[in-house]
């Protein structure tokens, strides 16, 4: 088989190599082409574009396979534990017995914010966007951790990322209860990962919340399914804003700013609105699906489709095995998701959508879940930032590490005026 295309332009034939990755995935490299040719691609959207080479997730759109570091998802379902699947994607491999408690030290000790960070959030309006604090926050955080702005070393390296994926769940809690007017719970060093984040969401002074752990396994496994996504816009923004040599908090900050988007994390949003629209009897699931394909509507069936799953989101999948298990025993029947399982079943039976490849995608149920452990809608991709943000940190340091990497820097093609000159205010 041959390791390179062939490229005619006029009279001109340049070779370019392929590179093959290990799964067999083929890339046409186009490193030299402006330099050999006078030409660059145009690719809006960046469709058919790899921007980098990245050891960390394998997605198989068409069979409908994701991997961390090789290993499949559903082989996370059985214990989910959030902690364990970060140090995965972060550190290459699964975390020894002593790693993993050195990490969840690590992760119990960094849970606090500095008391001067506490006051950031009265600054904002009780109605402020949770993402928007979320950014902001992750930001100032680099304002009290100047010491973590160079990371050279493997050692401060790690220490940073704890430090990030502890601290952004009392950021978004804190964040939750400054829009209620509710008084800020400290962490508690006893409790780990996600009962401490439950803790500090529904905690009361006076009356500890008690994380069941149906609840636990629920909230630790939707975590570890939004936890990487290879290229996605987030993570790509987190890669272009690193670099730049931005240090790892202003590229993640820039990553949550990115995954706000109702059309990236920000949708999961939208399909509770979705549902919550159709339960109210604003709309049947059959208007809503030929809404949805009304090209002049500008709806679109939300949680539906995504850029490289041309079959079932296996996140999806999952997702929405936890919800028919766990609904019930939580919040009786819930009629949002009858609607939910009556759109995917109009849905996947249209040949609009079949045709289109168009399949539920993560968000699809995700909604449905964190509403039923208490979660309001508008911190729903908060929750998604805190399950993507080992994803965006592995993603970082894979990029500031390796070799060759060049600040990103897409070109276009200018279809503006041509040269003209300038007319002075008034002659014009
Ligand atoms: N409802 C109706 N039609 C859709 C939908 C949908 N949810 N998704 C795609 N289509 C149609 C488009 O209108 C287009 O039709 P056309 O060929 O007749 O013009 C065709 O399917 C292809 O759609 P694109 O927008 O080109 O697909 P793209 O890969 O660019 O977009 C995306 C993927 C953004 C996820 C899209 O499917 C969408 O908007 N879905 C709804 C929002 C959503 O659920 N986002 C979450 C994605 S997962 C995540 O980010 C975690």
Known sequence: MTDKA???????????PIIIGSEGERAIDIRDLRAQTGHITLDPGFGNTGSCESAI?????????????????EDFAASPNFGEVAWL???????????????????????NLDEGMKHQFEGFPRNAPPMAILSAMINALSCF?????????EGQFRIASARLISKIRTI????????????????????????????MMFSQPYKQYVCPQMVRDAMNLILILHAD?????????????????????ASCAAGVCALWGPLHGGANVEVLTMLEEIHH???????????????????????????VYKNFDPRAKMLGEVAEKILPRLCGNDPLLDIARRLEEIALSDPYFIDRKLYPNVD???????????????MFTVMFSIGRLPGWIAHWWEQHRGHGQRIARPRQIYTGETQRPYVPIDQR
């Open 57 to 73: 997730t394998y997605i198989d759109g068409d069979a409908g396979i994701l991997r961390y570091r090789g290993i499949p998802i």
């Open 364 to 378: 699809f149920y995700s909604g449905i879940l964190l509403r039923a452990m208490g979660i309001p809608t508008n």
């Open 145 to 153: 951790h100047p010491e973590l702005h160079e990371l050279e070393d």
């Open 229 to 249: 996504h290879e290229q996605n816009c987030s993570t790509s923004t987190v890669r272009v804003v690193g670099s730049s040599g931005a240090n790892l908090f």
């Open 281 to 307: 009897g604003n709309m049947t699931p059959e208007d809503y699906v030929k809404l949805a394909k009304d090209k002049d509507s500008k709806v679109r069936l939300m949680g539906f489709g995504h850029r």
């Open 172 to 199: 978004a809690a804190y964040a939750f209860r400054h829009s209620r007017g509710l008084p800020y719970i400290y962490p508690d060093p006893n409790l780990r990962y996600v009962p401490n984040f439950l803790h």
């Open 89 to 111: 994607l972060i550190c290459g491999s699964l975390p020894t017995a002593d790693e993993y408690d050195a990490f969840s030290t690590d992760l119990t000790r960094f849970a």
């Open 6 to 16: 062939t490229l005619t332009l006029g009279e001109a034939r340049i070779e370019l």
